[in-house]
């Protein structure tokens, strides 16, 4: 079993949850060091230390090998030093650090906005309301 957090559309009961949902054997509130971006239909997370204070909400998912491959191909992580949208890199949980596992992160937000929430779900809810 692979522990993946997830922040935006493969989380339980999102978009593109279904990518993922027959692999998931356990789902774990979790929240990490981090930004989000808003790229539109979707976020990217951009890693940053603890001292900035900015935190991401979203799922620890504990998947099984096929889940994986299922979300690399989804995400568009060939592997390490290959052209990739995503680097899938190793993370801690900010508030449990006996949870940690694989992320998607962007490098930096490629000019993208800033989403000023801690949650993609509660950023989408703001948005719809507007």
């Not at 060939?78 to 992160?105: C, F, K, M």
């Amino acid at each position: 079993m692979i522990p993946v957090f997830v922040y935006g559309t493969l989380l339980t009961g999102e978009s593109n949850h279904h990518v993922v949902a027959s692999y998931v054997r356990s789902v774990r509130p979790g929240v990490v060091h981090g930004s989000l971006y808003d790229v539109g239909a979707y976020p990217a997370l951009v890693q940053e230390h603890s001292a900035s204070g900015r935190m991401v909400e979203g799922e620890w998912l504990l998947v099984e090998d096929a889940g994986l491959i299922a979300m690399d191909e989804l995400e568009e992580y060939y592997g390490p030093g290959q052209s990739n949208d995503y680097e899938r890199v190793w993370i801690r949980d900010a508030a449990d650090e006996s949870l940690e596992g694989w992320v998607y992160v962007w490098a930096s937000s490629r000019g993208c906005p800033l989403i000023d929430k801690r949650s993609w779900r509660e950023h989408c809810s703001s948005r719809s309301r507007q």
